[in-house]
């Protein structure tokens, strides 16, 4: 952590940028207090960088909207009930919140919106003390009411009042409780914990679109895992994830090696590192990370003893299903609900071409399936060798390097990337004489059968095949 000296000329530097100091002048002159306020001022004081910009004011929603429309013509509502509006000053995006107090009823996913009156009250009731701090602008004083800067240079996480009250009145800061401990690698005061335990069930009010967000936030920092521990140990993750710690019960081999649960998180840890390693794009690669997490949910439901050991046979699929259900009751998109699925479907794929080298088909066809998640399913497939046996993981790791060697020979002589056969439906029907239906997607499946088996034959000779498979049809 930076010098306090350090980091109060980062906060000087923000204050002095001229769409803080235009904001500041005007709020001022009309008689409104004016602060940046939260993550900004804490990222400041950490030597973090800051990029949002989040403020908080006395004045009313109507009030700081006539503020905004007398320094720019960009402003919109972000919130208005909620007492938020947004600018774009000096080409900066800004929000400005009226001072809060909110609670939540006991059965209500949304909050009774009420304004506070002075910095203060608004701070002590923000989720964490390191967040309760406050730029009061223009005049540079720092507002810290329950020892917010105490906590950022001891590395903990505590709220400003009670945590009973705090997580009453917004369920939803248990979550970012566990997204802070690993976004800044902060221990979670243990008074905290036990609230997060005793009040997890109250989660269950709130959006299953807020409970997805703040999970993307957790997996999106550089080390998801401490948080995931903390929702985990908590109880929190039973709540909207309990195919996740399903897995601590589900052990490989009597319990010889770690625990899936255990071998999850390594999986996960280890898919980062390679996304990182490898110049993945995009990153942090969400889709990647959730089926790094998921990618063995299929094992609780599949196993099975036989032969005196433990057997998990096709949790592969059976993890596909489970992971789609869940994706579509946190509410994701279609899409990442689709590319998660065949990551986990598909992981499994790769494992016994180390025992027998496959044949070109079996490369193709490997590719035709992965498609667009063919650099994901790379990443996965690495990241799935946890064992300790040196020369096992030695052993798969070189078959892989041999996979994705032929993956990029037969890509460069083939176009492998958009494997299809010679003739198109078009084509199929013009030679065949046939109308649009069934019999044409079966000719194009055949077709692409012989394309993976063989490579590229040429349009002449797929003609004549087409031909010959045709007169057998009858």
Excluded at 352 to 372: F, I, K
Excluded at 465 to 471: D, N, Q, S
């Amino acid at each position: 952590m930076p010098t306090l000296a350090e980091s109060m000329e980062a906060l000087r530097t923000i204050a002095a940028s001229a769409p803080v100091a235009t904001l500041a002048r005007a709020f001022a002159d009309r008689g409104h207090e004016f602060a940046l306020v939260g993550g900004p001022v804490r990222d400041a004081l950490l030597g973090r960088s800051v990029t949002d910009l989040d403020f908080t004011t006395s004045a009313r929603p109507d009030e700081t909207r006539a503020i905004l429309d007398s320094l720019t013509q960009n402003v919109w509502d972000v919130g208005r009930d909620f007492g938020t509006i947004a600018a774009r000053v000096h080409g900066e995006i800004v929000e400005i919140t009226t001072y809060r107090a909110d609670t939540y009823r006991d059965d209500s996913r949304k909050p009774e919106v009420s304004f506070g009156d002075s910095i203060e009250g608004d701070l002590v009731r923000r989720d964490f003390t390191i967040n309760a701090l406050a730029l009061m602008l223009p005049d540079m004083r720092l507002v810290d009411v329950s020892d917010g800067v105490e906590d950022l240079l001891a590395g903990r996480i505590r709220t400003p009042g009670s945590p009973e009250a705090s997580f009453t009145d917004d369920p939803l800061r248990m979550l970012r409780a566990a997204r802070f401990a690993s976004q800044l690698g902060f221990e979670v005061v243990p008074e905290t914990q036990a609230a997060m335990w005793e009040f997890a069930k109250r989660l269950d009010i709130i959006s299953a679109e807020r409970v997805r967000d703040e999970f993307v936030k957790l997996l999106s920092t550089a080390d998801p895992i401490p948080g995931i521990r903390l929702l985990v140990e908590t109880g929190l993750a039973e709540r909207f994830l309990p195919e996740l710690t399903a897995l601590l019960a589900t052990q490989d081999d009597h319990g010889r090696h770690k625990d899936v649960y255990e071998h999850s998180l390594t999986v996960l840890r280890q898919a980062i590192e390679l996304e990182s390693e490898r110049g993945h794009e995009p990153s942090p690669d969400v889709v990647l990370r959730i089926a790094a997490l998921l990618h063995d949910i299929g094992k609780p439901a599949t196993r099975r003893f036989e032969r005196g050991g433990v057997t998990f046979h096709h949790h592969d699929v059976v993890g596909a299903k489970l992971a789609k259900k869940r994706l579509r009751e946190l509410r994701f998109d279609n899409d990442t609900i689709k590319r998660v699925a065949r990551l986990v479907e598909l992981h499994l794929r790769f494992f016994g071409y180390s025992d027998q080298q496959w044949t070109d088909s079996a490369v193709r066809r490997y590719v035709r399936d992965a498609g667009d998640e063919l650099d994901r399913l790379h990443i996965l497939t690495r990241a799935d060798v946890t064992t300790r046996n040196r020369r096992k993981a030695e052993r798969l790791a070189h078959a892989y390097d041999d996979i994705e060697r032929r993956i990029g020979e037969l890509a460069e002589a083939e176009e492998l990337a958009a494997v299809r056969p010679e003739l198109d439906g078009e084509r199929i029907m013009a030679l065949l004489g046939i109308p649009p239906g069934p019999l044409v997607g079966r000719a194009y499946r055949y077709l692409l059968e012989v394309r993976l088996d063989e490579g590229p034959i040429g349009v002449a000779e797929a003609e004549q095949r087409l031909r010959e498979w045709y007169e057998q049809q009858g």
